[in-house]
């Protein structure tokens, strides 16, 4: 048997998110009928997590066990060749046979797209939240920095998270805009919550948008309620940018 880890890269605009859900049309989904087609066994894919309906990723990481003795090069162009052209396998490596996608990630790594300008943009309506209002970058900067470290974070959590633990790690948060009005907003933790990178974001967006102060978000914090956070921003502007291990 070979364990055969995969980098992915994909558009979610079309797509109920990374996990099988019957019949609709997951990432996962037509990965396995794609890896099953090629292998002529029956495949289990193993995400290094979940991504909602309508993210990206840059660089999901996934594995998989096949007792296919096809090469490497010829698995990866064969899978290729019946995924969709919004997914794409951009590498598949094999690897120890103890390796796990999930349990062996040790971060990851959040970019949220924001297009801040005067008037939208047709070829990013797919990937970046449309923002009319101008933001002030320095706000959201300092606003940042307030969540960095180990907190609950409770009031950034979706309300039916199913999760236990709310405490989670989050080891930087890099904010830039460049001269186009593209906002990059990374979010790099040891584990998200669900919604938690957009919840953060929205919030952080009231904060550009002189809504809420720099100050209050302690208080939101502290409060570990989502009533008190801002909006959920849009799915189609987050990606999964890196998986660590």
Partial sequence: MRNIKMILEYDGTRYHGWQRQGDMVTIQKILEESISTITQEDIRVIGSGRTDAGVHAINQVANFITSSKIEVRNLLNGINSLLPLDVVVKELIETDKAFHARYNAKCKVYLYQIYNRPVRSALYRHNAWFIREPLDIGRLKEAALLLKGTFDFSSFC???????????????????????????ICIEADGFLKYMVRNIVGTLVDVGKRKISVTELTGIMEAKDRRRAGITAPAHGLFLKEVRY
């Fill in 158 to 184: 979706a309300a039916n998270c199913g999760i236990k633990s709310h405490i989670r790690t989050v080891k930087n948060i890099d904010i830039e805009m460049n001269h186009r009005g593209m906002m990059k």
